[in-house]
């Protein structure tokens, strides 16, 4: 006989997620040709090439510092709006997954299952009134559901990487990544648009929305 299962065998955590959507106050082209520049895509050959050679992690981590630029990579996108139109809508959505293995890996140390929300989920989308957003859930919320400090703490510092992207991209930076990293991380990777362009305070600039997921 095996060894007797002593664990239920069914988990389940109830926790709560901020969604940050961010209005990019551009054309959707525009931003997304911005977006794909300062986040490139994936090197899988090069990267498959390293798994090949057996190459010390800091090979690795000095390729990924090379691939990303700006703290991110994408690993798979989805462009569905031709396949939308089919059924006669005409708003747009580009899918991403973003993240970063060389942070994951920090993560994944203490516990593999993290890779359910890294890399992280974004997309630009249109909105029924035309505007342009650019969405994802907070990270720190996604990694703080695994009860412990050491991912909570990556987490955490993933909410600062984004900001310093949102903040590159010229784009408003959310409350509640900006209270975590108005003190530790200044903007010094310039913008990807020149001049920082002044933001209508008439009009959001992000909006948080939270719900909690079973």
């Known amino acids: 006989m095996g060894p007797a299962i002593t664990s239920q065998p069914v988990h ?5 997620v901020h969604r940050l959507a961010v209005d990019v106050g551009t054309s959707f082209q525009d931003f997304r040709e911005r977006y794909e520049r300062a986040v490139p895509r994936f090197d899988e050959e090069r990267f498959a090439a390293l798994a090949r050679e057996n190459a010390a992690w800091a090979t690795v981590v000095r390729a990924t510092h090379e691939n990303a630029p700006h703290g991110f ?12 139109e089919l059924a006669g809508d005409r708003g747009r959505c580009v899918e991403y997954l973003m993240g970063n293995h060389v942070i994951a890996q920090r993560m ?11 890399p992280l989920r974004t997309a630009i989308h249109t909105t029924p009134e035309g505007r342009i957003w650019f969405t994802v859930d907070q990270p720190s919320t996604r990694f703080a559901s695994f009860g412990d400090p050491a991912i909570t703490e990556v987490g955490t510092d993933l909410d600062r990487e984004l900001a310093a992207l949102l903040e590159y991209l010229d784009v408003p930076v959310p409350d509640a990544l900006e209270s975590e990293t108005a003190a530790e991380a200044p903007n010094n990777r310039g913008s990807a648009s020149g001049p920082s362009r002044a ?16």
């Open 12 to 16: 389940t955590v109830a926790h709560e």
């Open 73 to 84: 990579i994408i690993y798979w996108s989805f462009d569905s709006s031709p396949l939308m």
């Open 108 to 118: 994944f140390h203490h516990n593999p299952g993290v890779l359910l929300y890294a």
């Open 199 to 214: 933001r209508p305070t008439t009009r959001p600039a992000a909006h948080t929305h939270s719900r909690n997921r079973p």
